[in-house]
């Protein structure tokens, strides 16, 4: 791999003006590496110790650690460690092809013509570098579509009623994005099954995650007042067990028929949209 070091390090100088603030922490171990591969004749991979990059960039072993992360992330650089041998190293070209014959030219003019030219000709030096971003967070995107459907099926395992998990992975990543812990949506869960004793009124998986029901307090439903064993009324007995149901009507229907035989369709609607049929009344 052959680097025009002026090119190179006039993209570098392009991408801190126009990209990204650097600190001079990361600069100076830039700079440093780009030394040591201009050295080692331009190899794409070199190896450089941490006890040389701390004499020539003036880093720690810490700051070298952690900056050599930051640029890594940019897209500035890249490396792997080797265990206990030194760390291999590659310097991310940050100019193009075609901006080559530019800078050239320009090279050999007066430094007010020089520094004009180089405003006019940044997003041509900066294409390789906004590539480099673009691979790596489209690799970084991959990992977290991965990490996120592995989470999700740990908590699918530990929900009692799998039902509509498609509808559920879909409202469990909407969550995620807005700042909802797995350490939430776990407890959540954990909590449905220890005050809710009876499985057939647990939600649906997809009508539970959906609603964010682990956002349930079940805090008020211990000490429960003295039983009166008074009946519930027939209307909010239909509204407790279309709930139960995650709204699934027809299953509804079927449970409530196990308490009133002469349960219909038609009462159930009745009961839940008492507006609809109130205005066909009217006509």
Excluded at 100 to 123: G, K
Excluded at 156 to 175: C, D, E, H, I, T
Excluded at 188 to 202: A, C, M, R, S
Excluded at 203 to 216: H, K, L, V, Y
Aim: hydrophobic share 30%; net charge positive.
């Amino acid at each position: 791999m052959i680097v025009n070091y002026l090119l190179q390090i006039r993209a570098f100088d392009d991408y801190r003006m126009y990209e990204t603030k650097l600190s001079s922490g990361q600069v100076s171990l830039w700079y440093t590496l780009m030394s040591i591969n201009n050295k080692a004749h331009w190899q794409k991979w070199f190896t450089a110790a941490n006890v040389v990059l701390e004499r020539l960039s003036g880093l720690s072993r810490s700051g070298i650690v952690k900056n050599r992360n930051v640029l890594k992330q940019l897209g500035l650089i890249d490396f792997q460690s080797n265990g206990r041998k030194a760390t291999s190293y590659q310097v991310c070209v940050l100019y193009t092809s075609d901006g080559t014959q530019r800078s050239t030219q320009s090279s050999t003019q007066d430094s007010a013509q020089r520094s004009t030219q180089d405003s006019a000709q940044n997003s041509s030096t900066l294409v390789k570098h906004k590539q480099n971003k673009t691979e790596k967070k489209k690799e970084k995107s991959s990992s977290d579509d991965s990490s996120i459907k592995d989470n999700f099926e740990k908590l699918w395992k530990l929900y009692p009623k799998k039902a509509g998990k498609k509808p559920a992975f879909n409202a469990y990543k909407r969550a995620i994005k807005k700042g909802v812990t797995n350490k939430q949506i776990q407890t959540g869960i954990v909590e449905l099954i220890k005050h809710q004793k009876d499985k057939k009124y647990y939600p649906n998986g997809s009508t539970w995650f959906n609603q964010a029901r682990w956002e349930d307090d079940y805090s008020d439903s211990s000490p429960e007042p003295p039983v009166l064993n008074k009946p519930v009324p027939r209307w909010m007995r239909i509204h407790q067990v279309v709930e139960a149901c995650g709204h699934d009507k027809a299953q509804a229907l079927v449970e409530l028929r196990k308490e009133y035989a002469d349960m219909t369709a038609e009462e159930i609607d009745r009961i839940l949209n008492p507006e609809k049929y109130e205005e066909a009344e009217n006509f």
